[in-house]
């Protein structure tokens, strides 16, 4: 079993819609969160962080983590076909370094 | 600013061949780790340098090397080439090491192994 769990998808959704993403992780040790997104043919860049279970927004994004449950979600309102990408859920922990966990991600296609 | 950048972009081996990926990350930044990205496995780490020291090494075989230099600059070599071993390679670099999770990635070298 994998140490963070991600439906692949591919989800897709009409614009204008909420699209929510999910996460679990089986690891205790795991003591904060990122969301990236990456395009075809790019590297993945960093959309949200959270160190703490609760929710934090950031424009059209919000990001959810419920440690009690081990459970990580990415909520994007008024979607556009710009964030048409693959998301991923990563963990990490203190004196981890860069060392992150990735989910396998979520490709996300939304349409006209 | 200049963003991370990889070389070579694309590339094509056989199998028990070796090969050396070359990552330059952005200036200032000290700490430069590497991933493999496959579509069954998805982004699984390799390893982080900082300051040219080895702070971390995921679960790969010891064919699988990297280095870093004086300038932050690093490579990485992977020996004796197997089919597995296709997979996008994605270098990324951060200011510190660890406790923000904010790497900043290059857009990968493409290794193919015939």
């Known amino acids: 079993q994998k140490e963070v769990e991600q439906d692949p998808g591919p989800l897709s959704v009409p614009e204008g819609a909420i699209v929510s993403l999910n996460c679990t992780y089986s690891n205790s040790a795991f003591q904060y969160f990122m969301w990236y997104r990456q395009y075809s043919r790019k590297g993945p860049e960093l959309l949200m962080y959270t160190y703490s279970s609760g929710n934090k927004e950031d424009g059209r994004f919000t990001a959810q983590v419920d440690k009690s449950s081990k459970y990580i979600s990415l909520f994007i309102r008024d979607s556009q076909p710009s964030d048409s990408a693959t998301y991923l859920c990563?963990?990490?922990?203190?004196?981890?370094?860069?060392?992150?966990?990735f989910g396998t991600g979520t490709q996300l296609k939304v349409e006209l | 600013k200049a963003g991370v950048t990889q070389t070579p972009r694309y590339l094509i081996k056989t199998r028990g061949q070796q090969v050396t990926l070359s990552c330059s990350p952005i200036?200032?930044?000290?700490?430069v780790s590497w991933y493999q990205q496959t579509p069954g496995q998805g982004l699984q780490f390799l390893f982080e340098y900082f300051s040219e020291t080895q702070r971390n090494k995921g679960n790969f075989p010891g064919r699988f090397s990297g280095r870093q230099f004086s300038n932050s600059r690093s490579e990485m070599n992977v020996s004796t080439l197997e089919l597995g071993d296709s997979a996008l390679y994605l270098c990324a670099s951060s200011p510190r090491t660890g406790g923000t999770g904010e790497l900043f990635f290059g857009e990968g070298s493409r290794l193919t192994v015939l």
């Open positions: 200036s200032g930044h000290r700490s």
């Open positions: 990563a963990s990490g922990f203190t004196g981890g370094g860069n060392k992150l966990t």
